[in-house]
């Protein structure tokens, strides 16, 4: 459908007291919101703040509780996200929502098929997929299987199926949690583009300063209701945080005031084979001591090797060569259940992946790994049970109905607490974590690493990897960057955003304020 003339500026979509419950839980209280023709509104707020709530309702995915939606300056109703995707407006999902067993142009076409006179055109669909993939400066074949890309790749097919459809209102729920730097530049440079052409943007993420790059105007929600609202010469940083948390928080410092205690972690001439390009390693005889009561932020940019050299430890992946030793013992050989027996977990990076069961409640999932604690043979303590997922629930602090809460039902951040919090109960010796704090706002990440350095203080050796260099800068006693698949430098929490930068071969730019 071509859009109507309008001037950019325009307000073509707007939510007006929007409200939508489920059961006793009120998702959104009243919620006013405007999207204007060719500008980029964003929403900040907090997990579980109802913001990819709101987006649901706007594009169709489900039915407001009360209040309507106006398009065009006309009350609609929405039957499904195909009747608002062909009025225009697409959503790119928080959760990606792909087919893994299928090829990325399969993924991109699913449901709308071109056809032709012999049926399914796939010949075109494949010159698209090319086209956009180039767009998106991006070289997939369009051939691949989902299931072979990784995490930030299939996050560039599901932003591809988006722009394919040509949407007058594109909505992004935190498009760039998976993307790495260079990649989330040619993401900009795209809603740039989309910006001139009339189309209009709404725009999710936790990544605040660097939505401010792109945003024209901000809308902060804040437990169902909207807080504050402004234009984009209006609003920076504190403004931002103010009205979503309610003060300026900051992601903490190294603890102190304890002795670290004996290496617990020791990773020797640690080698991981590329399983894409025989002969190249993407952890290439790397060696890392930790010791208890120890932070270490592990930095790099995407394919640097760190997820790799996280799940090689955590027996994920096996090593091409090295040794992984925990507490002086070597345990190279075990399984991952063995490893997390002896106290050595991996918070994953993808948790919808590889971190929870959809089908389990939420308390189901965060007692999954401490089962041995509350089963003797063939016998469960249901008492011993509900005591893990309650106190782990009460320290991670997840919001939630309870543990019987289906794990859907939580948002985002809310769901990367429990994969954090199931590790958590087993009451490991070293705890590994493969970015956590995507999907995460600003005040859960602070929960986040208080409870790293909690721990820390009890003695617990903590590695976590981030791509956000803010993020090393918090809790981390001491800095290791990778590049290539080695350590190409270590700091200590002096270090300089501009230092870790350099060291991992990423251009330094200048900030946003």
């Known amino acids: ?54 987006m649901k309702i706007l594009s169709g995915v489900v039915k407001p509780t009360s209040g309507e939606i106006v398009l065009d300056g006309s009350p609609v109703s929405f039957s499904s996200s195909s009747h608002a995707r062909d009025l225009g407006i697409s959503i790119i999902h928080q959760e990606l929502s792909l087919a893994p067993n299928l090829s990325v142009r399969d993924n991109i076409f699913m449901g709308r098929e071109l056809r032709g006179a012999m049926g399914v055109d796939f010949a075109e669909e ?20 989902v299931e072979d890309l ?72 804040r437990d169902g209701a909207m807080t504050a609202s402004a234009p984009r010469g209006e609003i920076d940083l504190e403004w931002i945080v103010r009205n979503m948390v309610g003060e300026n928080f900051d992601l903490g410092s190294p603890p102190t005031g304890y002795t670290m205690g004996e290496v617990a972690l020791s990773l020797r001439n640690i ?33 640097a090797g760190r997820t790799e050299l996280l799940e090689c430890a955590a027996g994920r992946v096996p ?32 948790r919808q992946r590889d971190g929870l069961v959809q089908t389990m409640s939420v308390g189901e999932n965060l007692s999954l790994a401490s089962i041995g604690e509350f089963t003797r043979g063939l016998f469960t303590s249901r008492r011993r049970e509900r ?44 705890v590994l974590l493969d970015e956590p704090s995507r999907g995460i706002d600003i005040g859960a990440k602070a929960e986040v690493f208080r409870l790293l350095a909690e721990g820390a203080t009890r003695g617990l050796a903590v590695v976590y990897s981030t791509s956000e260099v803010g993020e090393c800068l918090s809790i981390a006693h001491r800095i ?23 060291a991992s071969g990423e251009a330094v730019v200048a900030e946003t304020h």
Do not use: W
């Open 387 to 430: 005591a893990i997922v309650d106190e782990s629930i009460r320290d991670v602090h997840i919001k939630t109905d309870g543990g019987s809460a289906p794990i859907g039902s939580l948002s985002g951040g809310n769901q990367q607490k429990v994969v954090i919090g199931k590790m958590l109960a087993t009451d490991p010796r070293v």
């Open 126 to 145: 494949e010159r698209r997929t090319r086209t956009l993939m180039a767009e998106l400066e991006e070289d997939i074949d369009p051939l691949t299987p």
């Open 1 to 54: 459908m071509s859009a109507p003339a309008s001037p950019n500026g325009a307000v073509v979509l707007s939510a007006r007291n929007v409200a939508k419950s489920y059961g006793s839980i009120h998702a959104l209280k009243g919620v006013n919101f405007d999207v204007r023709r060719g500008e980029v509104t964003t929403l900040f707020g907090e997990n579980g703040a109802g913001k990819s709530t709101l």
């Open 271 to 303: 080698r991981v084979a590329d399983p894409g390009q025989g002969g190249r390693f993407v952890v290439d005889g790397l060696s890392l001591d930790v010791r208890a009561g120890e932070i270490v932020c592990i930095y790099g940019l995407m394919g």
């Open 319 to 350: 090593a091409a060569s090295g040794e992984v030793r925990l507490e002086g013992a070597e345990v190279g050989r075990l399984s991952i259940a063995q490893r997390i027996a002896r106290g050595l977990v991996l918070v994953p990076e993808d």
């Open 150 to 221: 990784r995490l930030g790749q299939q996050q560039i097919v599901e932003i591809a199926r988006a722009l394919s459809v040509n949407s007058r209102i594109l909505i992004m729920d935190e498009p760039t949690s998976a993307l790495s730097a260079s990649e989330v530049e040619v993401l900009f440079k795209v809603i740039g583009d989309l910006k001139s052409r009339g189309v209009s943007i709404v725009y999710i993420s936790h990544h605040l300063e660097e939505a401010l790059q792109i945003t024209d105007h901000a809308v902060v929600l």
């Open 480 to 502: 290791v960057v990778m590049r290539r698949g080695r350590i190409s430098a270590e700091f200590g929490s002096s270090a300089t955003k501009e230092e870790i930068m350099a």
